[in-house]
Each structure stands twice: as C-alpha cells, then as structure tokens.
C-alpha cells in the first residue's frame, strides 16, 4: 500500500511537470488540435491523478492506523470533510498558478462523483453530502470566473 503511494507520487510529479510544460506560456509554432489534445490531455490526467493521490493518500493513513479510535474528537465523517476543504484548495491553486481552468474543472467532477455516491450508497453521511454540494458550488463560480479571466472576458488582464 505504501509502495503504491509513492507510485502514485511519482505519476502525479511527472504528468503536473508534463501539464505545467503543455500549458506555460502559449506556443505560436502549434496548431489549435495539438493545443488542446495537449494541454486539455495533460490538464484533466493530472487532475484525475491529483484525487487520486489524495484518496490513495487517505487510505495509506486510515490502513496504519489513523483511524476513527485514535483521533479524538473527529469521526471519519469530519475528517472527510476537512480532506474535501483541503482538495478544494489544491485544486484552486494549481488553476490559478497556472491559469488552468481545466485540471480545476476535474475537480467539479469529482465532486459530482462524491455526491452520487453518496447520495446512492451512503445516506446516513448528510454532513459530507451538504459540504460537497457547497464545495460544488463554490467551485463551478470559481472555474467560471478563471474561465473568463483566461479568455480575456472580464477585462482585467
């Protein structure tokens, strides 16, 4: 399990380097199919790589033991929560750094993601749920807003 997270460090190290490389400052010598192939390839790969690592990072903790028991006054609901607000800031982060909105907009996915499970499979976590739903708001009005930054819509550039 640990060989796997530093598996997946690694794979999240290379394809960030790969996407921030896509995505610097424009290249005039490419046309628009490799420009989007390449920098929406390597920008929704290394947002799918960057939740992963973070699940596979909450596994490896929760497997050697930081678990509901040993952490007082959290339960794995809250801890859930926290990881959440923790993504959300990654994920926003890296968007703006980059102006990205993309590997950003993985995130809203995710978060879909979460809900449905949730919502299909595991009812009884309401507070989970109602934060998800906030974070997915929160998040499509941020995305929105760099969309329109990146595209020059707003002005300010």
């Given at each position: 399990?640990?060989?796997?997270?530093?598996?997946?460090?690694?794979?999240?190290?290379?394809?960030?380097?790969?996407?921030?490389?896509?995505?610097?400052?424009?290249?005039?010598?490419?046309?628009?199919?490799?420009?989007?192939?390449?920098?929406?390839?390597?920008?929704?790969?290394?947002?799918?790589?960057?939740?992963?690592?973070?699940?596979?990072?909450?596994?490896?903790?929760?497997?050697?033991?930081?678990?509901?028991?040993?952490?007082?006054?959290?339960?794995?609901?809250?801890?859930?929560?926290?990881?959440?607000?923790?993504?959300f800031?990654?994920?926003?982060w890296?968007?703006?750094?980059?102006?990205?909105?993309?590997?950003?907009?993985?995130?809203?996915?995710?978060l879909?993601?979460?809900?449905?499970?949730?919502?299909?499979?595991?009812?009884?976590?309401?507070?989970?749920?109602?934060?998800?739903?906030?974070?997915?708001?929160?998040?499509?009005?941020?995305?929105?807003?760099?969309?329109?930054?990146?595209?020059?819509?707003?002005?300010?550039?």
């Amino acid at each position: 399990m640990s060989i796997a997270l530093i598996d997946i460090f690694a794979m999240l190290a290379t394809n960030t380097f790969m996407m921030y490389k896509a995505t610097e400052t424009p290249n005039t010598s490419i046309n628009p199919v490799e420009l989007i192939s390449m920098q929406g390839g390597f920008s929704i790969y290394s947002g799918w790589v960057t939740a992963a690592t973070i699940l596979n990072a909450a596994y490896v903790l929760k497997r050697i033991g930081v678990a509901d028991p040993n952490i007082p006054y959290f339960d794995e609901e809250q801890i859930s929560v926290f990881v959440l607000y923790v993504a959300f800031i990654i994920y926003n982060w890296v968007a703006y750094n980059d102006r990205n909105p993309v590997y950003g907009g993985v995130f809203l996915w995710v978060l879909v993601a979460i809900e449905m499970n949730l919502m299909n499979n595991e009812p009884q976590y309401q507070t989970l749920a109602n934060h998800a739903d906030i974070l997915r708001i929160a998040h499509t009005l941020s995305m929105t807003y760099l969309s329109f930054k990146v595209l020059g819509l707003l002005g300010d550039d």
